[in-house]
């Protein structure tokens, strides 16, 4: 069974940095690219990021582009989400997502989410 | 940017009814859209990818269809469990951009 738990979602001042985490299991991990969309309160989905099984390749949503970074570790079956200069918009919960493996990025699988409150 | 646009942004149906939501583009992107159902509380579920693909485990009362730049989402007959938000999504091309949503509310 495929589980994505992401962690470190908080309550953080505009301008401030934070890390998120999403520990995969059941599926071979480094076979399959990643990626994190968030859903503001009571709005839509938005895409962040994803970034390819082996890591070597990553893609950005306009809205977080150079200041969001996802990276992966296929040795603990992880993928991060550095966020810097954050901003009150950037309020939401964040999704870990496993892409599909169909030639085109859809997320089949996604964890429960991890709140980020960007607020002075 | 591939803007989506999805209507209508909610509609009121009860059980048993058939619902059909439209899902558009501004360019071509072949097949290349997703079908997301959500409920309340809980994380988006992959219910169709490819345009028309049901992943596995999706009832088969879920059918979709289109290509080019309209998409439809048809429900056949509306189950309780059924009513939730339905969003597509384009994975064409980089940014991967959503639609606002469908709700489907009880009538």
């Known amino acids: 069974e495929v589980q994505l738990l992401e962690s470190g979602g908080d309550l953080v001042q505009p301008g401030r940095s934070l890390r998120l985490s999403c520990a995969a299991s059941?599926?071979?991990?480094?076979?399959?690219?990643m990626g994190w969309v968030r859903q503001a309160p009571g709005k839509g989905l938005e895409w962040v990021s994803v970034i390819t099984g082996s890591g070597t390749s990553t893609f950005y949503g306009d809205s977080v582009k150079g200041r969001f970074t996802m990276s992966r570790d296929n040795s603990k079956n992880t993928v991060y989400l550095q966020m810097n200069g954050l901003r009150a918009e950037d309020t939401a919960t964040y999704y870990c997502a496993k892409v599909t493996k169909v030639g085109a990025s859809w997320f089949e699988d996604w964890g429960q989410g991890t709140l980020v409150i960007v607020s002075s | 940017d591939i803007p989506m646009t999805q209507f209508p942004s909610s509609v009121s149906a009860s059980v048993g009814d058939r619902v059909t939501m439209t899902c558009r583009t501004t360019q071509d992107i072949g097949t290349r859209l997703g079908w997301y159902q959500q409920k309340p509380g809980s994380a988006p579920k992959l219910l169709i990818y490819?345009?028309?693909t049901l992943q596995s485990g999706v009832p088969s009362r879920f059918s979709a269809g289109g290509s080019g730049t309209v998409f439809t989402l048809t429900i056949a007959s509306l189950q309780p469990e059924d009513f939730a938000t339905y969003f597509c999504q384009q994975a064409h091309r980089f940014p991967l951009t959503f639609g606002g949503g469908t709700r489907v509310e009880i009538k």
């Open positions: 059941g599926f071979a991990f480094s076979t399959y690219g």
């Open positions: 490819a345009g028309s």
